[in-house]
């Protein structure tokens, strides 16, 4: 699968720190119009800006700072789970309803097959249109969708398919309503259930993972983020209005919170880091998606030669070590 590197997908939102490449991208877009009117031979211009243009993308994308690579992970054209089911899955059959309240899309789950193999797919869905993101709650689940993603979950378990879920959400839903239905028990219930699942676990971050909301489908086997997704136990905003009492300060929370795949790799909270496309998962989705399907089926092919207690086991001594803590002794 091959990339045009001017390509820009942008929808017409453009990120701050892209600009200068925006503004390439056009001056490209008009030579190679007006090449096509003329009939000119600008060949030799057109490939020292095209140059120009794939040096200037590996200069900014080679130092992404935190709050960048949040707003990259946010980009409205960024390849959401909707897409990754499109290009990466087959045959899906989507299953519906928690059957205690009601069917939360902000959770989308059903089976399908990756590569050769059978699965469960279990997934954030933030919709594409306006629309679609009201119908989403813009990627916040309610506890009816964390429920029904256990229930299918433990009907995978029941048939010996592993499981794929895409972690995509600023967070589950903190309103009155959630609460009020157990949002903190799904999501505690989620962590237990999926720690001791007879069956394998695949976890992919694809763009946002904010904190509970992410964790409810986010214990498994092997796990990875896309290289400019972010994974926290808070967002940036929420942990600046906490500790400097205002938003206004979310990029220096984003630094500090170490949220980046490369942070969240060295510090053994995930297993791997699946490089996105020169210049993000929205210019090249196709190439992007083609490399979250391979290692899905590479890992599910591994995951598959451990036996299923022997999974349970080494499932439980990963999340084991995440983390350190200090012991001291009290004082006589």
């Not at 899906?92 to 059978?118: N, Q, S």
């Not at 229930?151 to 972690?167: Q, R, S, W």
């Not at 979310?250 to 699946?274: M, P, Q, R, S, Y």
Request: net charge positive.
């Amino acid at each position: 699968m091959t990339a045009n590197t001017t390509t820009s997908p942008t929808n017409g939102f453009e990120l701050d720190f892209e600009r200068p490449l925006i503004q390439l991208e056009r001056q490209i877009a008009e030579l190679e119009s007006h090449a096509g009117q003329t009939g000119l031979n600008i060949n030799t211009e057109l490939r020292k800006l095209r140059q120009s243009h794939t040096s200037m993308l590996k200069k900014i994308y080679g130092q992404l700072g935190a709050w960048n690579t949040i707003k990259v992970a946010r980009h409205p054209a960024r390849p959401q789970s909707a897409d990754y089911l499109r290009m990466c899955f087959a045959d899906f059959c989507e299953l519906h309803g928690d059957r205690r309240y009601g069917d939360d899309a902000a959770i989308l789950t059903g089976f399908a097959r990756v590569g050769p193999y059978k699965c469960l797919l279990v997934a954030h869905a933030k919709g594409k249109d306006v629309k679609e993101r009201i119908r989403c709650n813009f990627g916040m689940p309610h506890p009816e969708g964390y429920r029904k993603a256990l229930l299918k979950m433990k009907l995978a378990e029941k048939y010996g398919l592993p499981i794929v879920t895409l972690v995509d959400t600023p967070g589950a839903y903190p309103g009155v309503g959630a609460e009020e239905r157990g949002q903190a028990q799904a999501i505690a219930q989620n962590l237990m259930e999926m720690s001791r699942l007879k069956t394998q676990i695949l976890t992919i971050v694809i763009g946002e993972g904010g904190s509970g909301g992410a964790l409810g489908i986010g214990v498994g086997d092997r796990m990875a983020m896309l290289q400019y997704a972010w994974y926290s136990v808070i967002s940036p905003e929420g942990c600046s209005s906490i500790l400097w009492k205002t938003g206004a300060s979310a990029d220096k929370a984003a630094e500090a919170l170490k949220l980046t795949a490369k942070d969240n790799f060295k510090h053994g909270v995930i297993d791997g880091i699946i490089e996105e496309p020169l210049g993000g998962a929205h210019r090249h989705p196709e190439l992007m998606a083609d490399r979250v399907q391979k290692w899905i089926v590479q890992n599910i092919r591994e995951l598959k030669r451990f036996k299923v207690d022997n999974l349970v086991n080494r499932r439980y001594e990963k999340i084991r070590k995440i983390g350190k803590f200090v012991e001291e002794q009290a004082s006589a």
